[in-house]
């Protein structure tokens, strides 16, 4: 099996329904694939071909540029292709939620979805990327999400949104949450505590302000898009940071970010979105094979494409 570089589409997913075009001929078959748009960049392939491989499993996991005009029948199709599952990617997290048959609770509370297991003909929509960043805080900083007290840059946004919710889905002893637009963090904030009952206080970027939650938190994440182009600046303005922080920065590109660059200047330990990019695609399979990802192979494969 191959986690290459070639693209398939809706319209090859549409004629695969058929038993025609370029997926009919496919060996191994493919039966699990990430839909997005775009969707060349995404290594997801290269991690979930290789815990296919570790598996036995003869199956071919595929990218397909989805637009989002044309998920609601791509979804349709893979439900009548023999597909297992997908991995939904931008723009699809919140569209696919009222294509499934089921939903779970948290992915309702989070208003995303990032995975379709399908059984028996019924679609299944979860998120993993909330648990999949708790995973990686325990793995890059030995502390449980649970125990940290937690600043999200961006976190009424896609993925920050998930990650907000997921610090209330826990507990943590206090969660602040820094938007440009503060009446979206506002908005948010009031959602989580009518959804869970949970405490969680929406901020401004004004550094004074900042400043001031930063005395009161141990971790920051960053999930603002910051950081994904070369040359973007920190979300975080200079000197704020004190050695005694955590800081995740959940855009992985391979490099170092303005803000890791910071927090390394600060003697902030501090880890990009790596794990995180794993730890969610463990959790992916797992629910797709109804046994534990292999994980460490999952990582190996994608270690390749660190630098």
């Not at 910071?262 to 979105?273: N, S, T």
């Amino acid at each position: 099996m191959s986690g290459g570089q070639e693209v398939f589409t809706s319209k090859d997913l549409a004629l695969l329904a058929r038993g025609d075009g370029p997926l009919s001929s496919l060996h191994p078959p493919a039966r699990l694939a990430v839909l997005g748009d775009p969707v060349a960049h995404s290594v997801s392939p290269q991690m979930h071909t290789a815990a296919l491989e570790a598996r036995g499993i003869d199956f071919r996991y595929i990218r397909l540029h989805v637009g989002a005009d044309e998920l609601p029948d791509a979804v349709r199709n893979l439900r009548t292709t023999g597909f297992l599952g997908a991995s939904l990617t931008i723009p699809h997290k919140r569209a696919a939620l009222p294509l499934m048959d089921e939903v779970t609770r948290e992915a309702r509370l989070m208003g995303a979805m990032n995975t379709v297991v399908i059984r028996d003909g019924i679609l299944h929509g979860h998120n993993t990327d909330g648990p999949g960043l708790s995973a990686a805080i325990t793995e890059s900083f030995g502390q449980p999400l649970s125990s940290l007290r937690v600043l999200i840059l961006g976190g009424a946004g896609g993925a920050g949104r998930a990650i907000t919710f997921q610090c209330a889905l826990e507990s943590c002893p206090a969660i602040a949450v820094a938007n440009r637009n503060r009446a979206q963090g506002d908005f948010l904030t009031e959602e989580i505590h009518k959804g869970l009952g949970r405490d969680a206080r929406s901020v401004s970027l004004d550094p004074s302000e900042i400043r001031e939650t930063l005395a009161s938190s141990d971790l920051v994440i960053n999930a603002t898009p910051l950081g994904m182009k070369a040359g973007d600046p920190s979300p975080l303005p200079d000197g704020l940071l004190e050695p005694r922080h955590l800081v995740y920065d959940t855009v992985y590109s391979g490099g170092e970010t303005s803000l890791l660059k910071q927090a390394q200047a600060a003697g902030v330990r501090c880890a990009d979105g790596f794990s995180m990019l794993l730890h969610q695609g463990a959790l992916q399979n797992t629910l797709w094979f109804g046994e534990p990802a292999p994980l460490e192979v999952m990582r190996e494969a994608l270690k390749t494409f660190r630098h």
